[in-house]
């Protein structure tokens, strides 16, 4: 699986817009791009997973650079209960044993 | 959907005695997972399942630990004897095929003394 680098805590007034980067310049033609969030003392939660398309849906945007070296998730209108662990994981879905491994992940605080 | 069920959710022992972690996951995923999360070592994969078979255990750190997958609804991850620095969460996760997404429960938080 391709490595990822995320910043390792960001900031962001509620109501806005967060937008998390990350960047896995080693990411190979089928590897996809996925990000799970884990809100403390919860599991982690999917958001989003694409493979060179910008995808959407109810919760995020994820925008993938044309050259797929590096990713932002988008939280459009951000709340407190965004104050997560963001995680962006690159990896083959039809290999690695299905298994899934995090990074350190981005700490995102929403501010009132 | 009731999600992926664990018990208990906090357990406290003293070294030595077995513990035994316990997982409901989806009904009809075909994947298993238990994960481990210090703050050391973040998340880590300690084993998965497919269809009630163990696919992969290179992750569990050593031989007091065991998990078992008797039937599609059940799961157990065993300790014995447990020491002080298993103390962490520990996740399970289920999935439908290799693909996203995974659902993880709310883990059980091992604390050893």
Redesign the interface.
């Known amino acids: 699986d391709a490595k990822t680098t995320q910043p390792p805590s960001m900031d962001c007034a509620e109501g806005r817009a967060a937008n998390l980067p990350c960047n896995h310049s080693t990411i190979s033609g089928n590897e996809y791009v ?1 990000w ?1 969030r884990q809100i403390h ?6 958001i989003i ?1 694409g493979l060179k398309n910008n995808e959407t849906n109810e919760m995020a945007s994820l925008i993938i650079t044309e050259d797929r070296k590096s990713s932002t998730l988008i939280l459009p209108h951000a709340t407190l209960r965004d104050t997560a662990v963001y995680y962006c994981i690159v990896r083959v ?2 290999t690695s ?8 992940g981005t700490q995102l605080t929403v501010n009132p | 959907d009731a999600g992926v069920i664990q018990s208990p959710r906090h357990e406290v022992t003293e070294m030595g005695q077995e513990v035994t972690l316990r997982c409901k996951p989806i009904s009809g995923h075909d994947y298993l997972f238990w994960y481990r999360q210090t703050m050391m070592r973040g998340l880590e994969l300690l084993i998965y399942f497919n269809n009630n078979v163990p696919i992969d255990d290179s992750g569990m750190p050593e031989d007091r630990f065991s998990a078992k997958m008797p039937n599609a609804s059940f799961s157990t991850l065993k300790i014995q004897p447990s020491e002080p620095r298993d103390s962490a969460v520990y996740f399970c996760a289920s999935s439908s095929g290799q693909g996203p997404p995974l659902h993880f429960g709310n883990g059980t938080r091992l604390t050893v003394t």
């Open positions: 996925y799970y003392s919860q599991g982690p939660q999917y997973h879905p039809e044993g299905s298994r899934l491994t995090f990074g350190e």
